[in-house]
């Protein structure tokens, strides 16, 4: 059975703590499935290249139809010609979107904590909070974990937290409404709050 590190105020270890047995039934395509949908999500549609029909001129033939050795042309907005449209450019129109449920972004999340469970890169902690609010604090947080990045998941937090981890290139201090299965994926080790990770588990009960 997998299971999470626990550890006390000094980030040392003093037990381990189960995840439910269902999460070992989860298929890894829900983890696939959310990635792609929310690196779509993010895709910038602003890429446009105006057509034919929206380049100002063209209203006058270049030159007459016969007699000058050359191929009829009806408009310098052609695309043959420098300055006309583009044929088959990039339109803005483009929906990336890609739709997942509800129960498969949680699916998704619940692979993604198993896989870090698996690995022994899932921290549990009561607080992630740094009083002081300094960046030498919660460096020394990041360096008790003994990862190359870390992502640490907090209920809510307060300002001083956010002023100290805000600097720190290796560590992404995020709230619970924010904790989503492509962070958990992409950091080398999670370290969240127990009461986050007990609610995340009281949902798969249906609580």
């Given at each position: ?17 189960a995840?439910?047995q269902r ?30 029909g ?27 010609f ?35 469970a ?31 990045n ?41 370290v ?7 609610e995340?588990?009281a ?5």
């Amino acid at each position: 059975m997998s299971k999470a590190i626990v550890l006390d105020n000094k980030l040392k270890k003093v037990s381990e703590l189960a995840l439910p047995q269902r999460y070992m039934q989860i298929k890894e395509h829900n983890l696939y499935l959310y990635v792609k949908s929310y690196l779509a999500s993010l895709r910038a549609n602003n890429a446009e290249a105006k057509k034919r029909g929206e380049v100002s001129g063209g209203g006058k033939k270049p030159w007459n139809q016969k007699g000058g050795g050359r191929a009829r042309a009806g408009s310098i907005t052609s695309p043959v010609f420098v300055g006309g449209g583009v044929s088959h450019g990039p339109s803005n129109n483009r929906n990336y979107i890609l739709k997942i449920n509800k129960k498969q972004k949680r699916l998704a999340l619940e692979y993604a904590l198993l896989q870090k469970a698996n690995d022994n890169k899932l921290f549990v902690v009561d607080s992630v909070a740094v009083s002081s609010g300094k960046t030498k604090d919660a460096y020394a947080m990041f360096k008790a974990i003994q990862q190359k990045n870390v992502l640490f998941v907090a209920q809510m937090s307060d300002e001083p937290t956010f002023l100290a981890f805000r600097n720190l290139q290796q560590c992404y201090l995020i709230d619970s409404n924010e904790l989503n299965a492509y962070l958990v994926a992409n950091y080398r080790a999670v370290v969240i709050e127990k009461a986050v990770l007990d609610e995340i588990i009281a949902c798969d009960k249906g609580e």
